[in-house]
């Protein structure tokens, strides 16, 4: 079983539309998340960390449950610029702060 | 510019042949490290250093790969003889929440 399980996608939804990403992590000792962005043949870049309270960034929400041990990516009013790979991310408690992948979801937004 | 910096961008080398990769962290930052993505892939953690000392490698890291930070500022990765399977980005990163430089990418052919 992967440490961090995404759907690959593609999402593929119209301009303005609301979509929801998912992930799950197998190491209940996971300490921190994170959402990250990847464009294209481009260096990842972090998104949003994602706290147990949830927490909002515009038109971005994310979700994390620790009991079922998921994490969720909410994009309300999608623009065709959110196009692109989302990267779940784990953080383990005790490691040296090495941050655990998942494989990604494409989003394609599309006038 | 005050952000990871990676060099070369791009490499394409023969197999059996040793490469060597570069990377600036953010120079207030102490932590650095270096992550492998193929193709459809998340990065994958390689190696961590604090300061100079490197505290982690990954079972990925084979004895063909070596990695240096030698006065605790750049890193360098060493692929020696490599592999067609070693045809990847190789992304450095610096701090806890990992800011990536923009990469080498490297074809073996």
């Known amino acids: 079983r992967k440490e961090v399980e995404q759907d690959p996608g593609p999402f593929n939804v119209p301009e303005g539309a609301t979509v929801a990403f998912n992930c799950t992590y197998s190491n209940s000792a996971s300490q921190s998340f994170f959402w990250y962005r990847q464009d294209c043949r481009k260096e990842p870049k972090l998104l949003m960390s994602?706290?147990?309270s949830g927490n909002e960034d515009g038109r971005f929400t994310a979700q994390l449950n620790r009991a079922s041990q998921y994490i969720s990516l909410l994009i309300r009013d999608s623009k065709l610029s959110d196009s692109a790979t989302y990267l779940c991310?784990?953080?383990?408690?005790?490691?040296?702060?090495?941050?655990?992948f998942g494989a990604g979801t494409r989003l394609a937004v599309h006038p | 510019d005050t952000g990871v910096s990676q060099d070369p961008r791009h490499k394409i080398t023969k197999r059996g042949q040793n490469v060597t990769f570069r990377c600036d962290p953010i120079s207030e930052h102490n932590r650095l490290y270096w992550y492998r993505q193929t193709l459809g892939q998340g990065p994958e953690f390689l190696t961590y250093f604090q300061n100079e000392a490197q505290l982690e490698k990954s079972r990925l890291l084979s004895d063909r790969f070596s990695a240096e930070r030698p006065k605790g500022s750049f890193s360098t990765l060493e692929i020696q003889r490599t592999e067609q399977g070693d045809s990847a980005m190789y992304l450095c990163?610096?701090?806890?929440?990992?800011?990536f430089g923009q990469g080498t990418r490297l074809t073996v052919v």
């Open positions: 991310v784990v953080n383990l408690v005790g490691g040296y702060n090495k941050l655990i």
């Open positions: 990163a610096s701090s806890d929440e990992a800011f």
């Open positions: 994602v706290y147990s």
